[in-house]
């Protein structure tokens, strides 16, 4: 009798894990979606925020990633496909994807950045307390659009006229806040918004030449953001100096400087992670990250016949030659 309980025992406890077995850690499924190509670094800079966090790909998190390759009209059925595949959070960059998002996938819980102003883009109602499912990070500074075309005059005295190139499909927040500042500065702008996902920028440039601009500031903003190194290259051809996001800086303009993209990005992971252990994020006040990143490319400065002031150069985070 005691031989047969000891057998079954035996049996009951062999498939029964040992007390000190770790069990399984469920893997988060993160989504993440972008209106641009994979080219850019955002991707890896919010890849990079979550290992920062505590979060590694293949032990505790899956990461799906959908991106747009400019063809903006794609984002909300990516946004759905992402949704189907039952991600526990969203995490995407733009107004325009973050509204996709709102549409496609309204009950996955959704985290943002790269909004110039998530009030005025409709992305959520109020910065403090955002309501709904969507909360995340802006680098909105309304003095930046300022500080850009100051700097545009202190490398181009005598500067009268700059064209200013943004994306027809966004709210016209940022390039209205940079034309006028641009007036405050006594500055004439000549405004160019891309209107399709292949714009005819030959035409954009060819205008540009007729009404005599001196100088493009290249807004932050995703159609323009695609095609980044073309509109680059068209400016040396025309040697028409530039002012880019830092983000764009690989496109190979004069001047990259505005608050840091990466930066923003990467701030997502911490959102991301809230709403993993818990919490709603609509609860979750937006964050404003305000970190400057200046970029001299002297390389495209000779090419264009520009000497960039050694006081611009002494301030620069980066200068590329």
Known sequence: ?????????????????????????????IGFLAPQGRSLPLFDAFRQGLAETGYVEGRNIVIEARFADGQLDRLPALAAELAATNVDVLAVTGAVTARAAKKGAPDTPTVFSMVVDPVADHVVPNLAAPGGNLTGVTSFDPAQAR???????EVLPGLKRVAIMGDAGVSDALIVASETLAGELGLQTVRHRLLAANPDLDSAF??????????LLVLEEPLVGVHAKRIAELATANRLPTMFAPSRVSAGGLISYGTSQVESVRRMAVYVDKILKGAKPGTIPVETVTRYELIVNL????????????????????VVQ
Do not use: H, W, Y
Not at 5 to 22: D, I, K, Y
Not at 147 to 153: G, N, P, R, S, T
């Open 206 to 215: 060819a205008s540009f030449r007729r009404s005599q601009v001196q100088a």
């Open 1 to 29: 009798m005691k031989t047969f309980l000891s057998l079954v025992a035996s049996a009951l406890f062999a498939g029964m894990p040992p007390c000190n077995a770790q069990v399984p850690q469920k893997l988060a499924r």
């Open 147 to 153: 500080k850009q075309l100051e700097l545009f005059k």
């Open 299 to 318: 390389k495209t400065a000779e090419e264009i016949g520009v000497t960039v002031p050694l006081a611009v150069l002494a301030r620069a985070d980066r």
